[in-house]
């Protein structure tokens, strides 16, 4: 693999950029891997990347049934936090945070992570005292996250309104100074190329259809699209799909899919410093480079697997966000699109063995996934490489629906992350 | 917005006078402090989340309030039937295949988005 550099650009500036080379190889399938990853998104390709890296296991496919990164990694609004309640989740989303730092240059990729702050904005009492309990829960951990007055907010983010008159005042927000967002695409393109280089198939275009068993019950390989593959070790990381995935080795999973949608304006010059989400009004928003504002919106009622979502829903949003910040209302619309996310009852992630030998699951990361990706792929890699949980993902358990120590933050936030 | 038939008006109205109450057809246990934990976690936390035909409430808040249940393709988003609460499963077979082609979607005609 060609290293990018300043003096790569100049190069291939200097001739007519005629020696890029691919950013990865596209294989055909061998007949068996030493490990199957189903799924080619951020956390998929990452697990691959690590496993390779740092487990020295190379012989491995990553299958993906339409094109990688075209899931919920290419559709998400990209915005990355670790201010969690709860132990487990801290430690799980700050490792996250702490290798989006320093992503860019360890896959020579540039993921455009850019820690601009994310400001969660408190519009009753009810909203302070559980920010207030989440920034001290948050220090105990070594969580960066710091409570700001309204005219600390509006100092930050200069175009909030902290009127008393506003639609929905603003009574104080919790910032993380630390959060903020990436190119989403690039994440899945620099895991990807990282993973390819150390001798990773990357395999597009192939949908996993079976899962095949030896007598014993333990895994074998997989039905594809492109016939069957061997392996003895295969882990799911199919998203909205889990379920339709688990089904084939007999497992019901506790999670429900729903569509979930998102939308970008026309590009303006920038306007908007960080990521503001206001959980009670519900609505997300921050610029991207290219200038669009990027709004998150709501998750429909209904499980689907229809990637559309109601129009509702996103009017719904837009109403908020036309009353958070009354200098957007005549900015127009240019795309809106959804993903299907999968939530666990408990809106924390599963990321273990499952009671299948050999068959490891990363998912239910719902509405909130995307923040998590190099900690969830690095814990997870460990997870198939040792046969055991790393620390940090034990406590992500299926079993813990079972025992009911569940890691609660539905309860902590009542919200889409 | 999805149009859905409350069984009881007897009228299609839209889903902003509704609100999607998960699946149907899940009995809870009599015995329910009797039950084993797996039992538990069967009956309260696993769901088949079927890509396909699903069998779920639905309540008509904004209309006669009312619970019934729905037969519905998660695919395509489209109701195969709706009947009031307390009747059994309707048996729909041969059931509808869900195919991917049934919705046009953005992606599908115009490639990703975002
Ligand atoms: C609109 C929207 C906004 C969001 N906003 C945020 C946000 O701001 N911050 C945040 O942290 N998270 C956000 N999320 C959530 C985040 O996108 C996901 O949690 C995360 O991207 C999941 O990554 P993944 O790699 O697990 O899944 P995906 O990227 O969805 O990858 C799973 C892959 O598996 C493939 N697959 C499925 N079944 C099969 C099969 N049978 N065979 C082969 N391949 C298969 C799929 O095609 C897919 O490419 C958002 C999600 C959406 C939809
Ligand atoms: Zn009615």
Redesign the pocket.
């Known amino acids: 693999m060609r290293k990018y550099s300043v003096f790569a650009v100049a190069r291939e500036a200097l001739r007519g950029h005629t020696g890029w080379e691919p950013q990865w190889a596209s294989p055909e399938p061998r007949k068996e891997y030493d490990v199957i990853i ?8 990452g697990t691959a990347y690590y496993l390779a890296k740092e487990h020295g296991i190379t012989n491995i496919a990553v ?18 936090r670790s201010n969690y309640l709860y132990d487990e989740s801290a430690a799980l989303y700050n490792h996250a945070l702490k290798l989006w730092d320093g992503l860019s240059q360890e896959l020579n990729y540039n993921v455009m992570f850019s820690p601009r702050g994310v400001m969660m904005l408190a519009h009753n009492i009810h909203d302070m005292q559980g920010f207030k309990r989440t920034i001290h829960a948050n220090r105990l951990n070594g969580v960066d996250n710091e409570w700001l007055t309204p005219e600390q907010a509006k100092e930050y983010c200069p175009p909030l309104d902290i009127s008393r008159s506003a639609r929905y005042p603003i009574v104080g927000a919790a910032l993380q100074r630390k959060g903020g967002t990436a190119r ?1 695409d690039a994440v ?1 393109w620099g895991y990807a190329r990282g993973a390819s280089d150390r001798g990773v198939h990357i395999i597009q275009n ?4 079976g899962i095949r068993r030896n007598p014993d019950g333990s895994v074998a390989g997989v039905e ?1 699209t492109r016939g069957p593959i061997n392996a003895k070790k295969v882990g799911v ?5 889990t379920s ?2 688990m089904q084939m080795a007999d497992i019901r999973m506790p999670l429900l899919s729903f569509p ?3 939308m970008v304006s026309e590009p303006v010059k920038p306007i908007f410093p960080c990521v503001v989400m206001s959980n009670t009004v519900h609505a ?1 928003i921050s610029q991207s480079d290219k200038g669009e504002l990027v709004i ?2 709501g998750t429909d009622q209904y499980q689907s697997y229809s990637q559309t979502g109601g129009l509702h829903i996103i009017t719904h949003t837009l109403d908020a966000i036309c009353e958070l910040f009354p200098m957007f209302t005549r900015m127009k619309m240019m795309r809106s ?5 999968d939530v666990t009852p408990d809106r924390s992630p599963i990321l273990a063995k499952t009671p299948v030998k050999g068959l490891y699951v ?2 239910g ?9 190099p900690g ?1 792929a690095h814990v997870f890699a460990h997870t198939i490489a040792r046969d055991e949980p790393h620390p940090i993902n034990a406590p992500f358990t299926m079993e813990r629906f079972r025992t009911g120590r569940l890691i609660d933050e539905a309860a902590a936030a009542a919200v889409a ?1 | 917005m999805l149009l859905i038939h409350c069984p009881y008006c007897e009228e299609e109205r839209p889903e902003l006078e509704f609100r999607g109450a998960g699946d149907a057809h899940i009995l809870r246990p009599t015995n329910i402090a009797d039950i084993s934990d797996e039992e538990f976690e069967a009956f309260f936390f696993l769901r088949d989340n079927v890509k396909g035909l699903v069998y779920e409430r639905w309540r008509h808040i904004h209309g006669c309030g009312r619970f019934f249940n729905a037969a519905r393709d998660t695919v395509s988003d489209k109701f195969v039937t709706t009947y009031k609460a307390g009747l059994p499963r309707p048996d729909l077979s041969p059931a509808p295949k869900a195919t991917e082609t049934t919705v046009e979607t953005y992606e599908a005609t115009e490639g990703v988005a ?1």
């Open positions: 189903i799924g080619a998104g951020g956390h998929g390709l299958l993906e049934k339409g094109w990688l990164g075209g899931g919920n990694t290419g559709r998400n609004t990209t915005i990355i989403h899945a192939c949908e996993v259809t594809t990381v199919a998203a909205g799909h339709v995935v979930l949608q998102a997300y998150g919106a699109w959804g993903g299907i996310v990363n998912c990361w719902g509405t909130g996934g995307f923040k998590a990706t969830s992350h | 975002g």
